[in-house]
């Protein structure tokens, strides 16, 4: 009702302006409100745009924190030997060799499905030669894979808890190089967590304390560099392409600085360091 009609009281022209007065501070407020909700909206998509900013600095800085250094100049576990390799020998622990035996070098991506099938038909008889002071295996872990494991980086991850065990606790490395196989992810999965990794670590004798360096990422800290310029190192190495396709791939076998190929065959690992023995 207008508060200009002639007809009306002045009691009835004083409602009628409260009912005026009323109407136009409610329609205020529901602007108000709706103003605020939107300004809300706009700062909670802001705030999700930056969040998602941040994480992607963070991963980026995470997937950048190694630099093309060559191997040599780079930390390694104090178990390896100059080229990087993690030797084991009849104690069963890292860093030990059996002397003037045969050696077989294993190059090898803890993602890899194919150096899990390496594993299953030669780990057997890679502990008794080496257990019996047949031979020395020498381990290289690389990280050709990180593509794989949805974002996570499994394979560097993994090869620098790796290299961490061998480095702090070298008996327990054999057992954890094993737990890794029998517990391998598949290709595009984000791969094992490293509070997994390092319960794997503990269950393989690495003390606690060197378990807590795993999950807290201190080992990848320490060993992600080193992961990565191994890597490097053997992707460049010609000796250590395959001759078919041309690039490095793994597993890479070799049985005294000599290709082995046919690691596939049951026993036929052994019957080459039996060879390389008597020649």
């Known amino acids: 009702m207008s508060t200009k009609n002639p007809n009306m009281t002045k009691a009835q022209r004083r409602d009628a302006a409260r009912a005026e007065a009323l109407a136009l501070r409610e329609k205020e407020q529901a602007r108000d409100k709706r103003n605020r909700i939107i300004t809300l909206s706009v700062l909670g998509v802001a705030l999700v745009a930056l969040g998602v900013v941040v994480w992607m600095i963070l991963q980026q800085g995470a997937k950048n924190d190694v630099d093309d250094i060559p191997l040599a100049d780079v930390t390694m576990p104090s178990t390896a030997q100059e080229n990087g390799g993690i030797p084991v020998g009849a104690d069963n622990a890292a860093g030990t060799e059996n002397a003037d035996a045969p050696v077989i070098d294993v190059y090898l991506d803890y993602m890899c499905p194919v150096c899990g099938q390496f594993e299953q038909t030669n780990a057997a008889d890679i502990d008794e030669m080496v257990g019996a002071g047949d031979a020395t295996v020498v381990y290289h872990p690389v990280s050709i894979l990180d593509r794989l494991s949805a974002g996570t980086e499994y394979s560097t991850r993994s090869g620098a808890a790796a ?16 737990a890794l196989f029998t517990n391998q992810p598949a290709e595009n999965s984000e791969g094992l967590t490293d509070e997994q990794l390092a319960s794997y670590a503990e269950e393989a004798g690495a003390p606690a304390d060197v378990a807590s360096a795993i999950e807290d990422g201190t080992a990848r800290e320490t060993f992600g560099q080193y992961v990565h ?17 041309g690039s490095f791939g793994t597993p890479t076998v070799l049985v005294d600085g000599q290709r082995f190929d046919d690691w596939g065959t049951q026993g036929a690992l052994g019957e080459a360091v039996t060879a390389a023995a008597g020649s």
């Open 229 to 245: 310029s191994a890597t490097q190192e053997a992707t460049s190495d010609e000796a250590l392409q395959n001759p078919q396709s």
């Open 163 to 178: 290299a961490y065990v061998a480095d702090k606790a070298p008996e327990a490395f054999p057992a954890f190089h094993a």
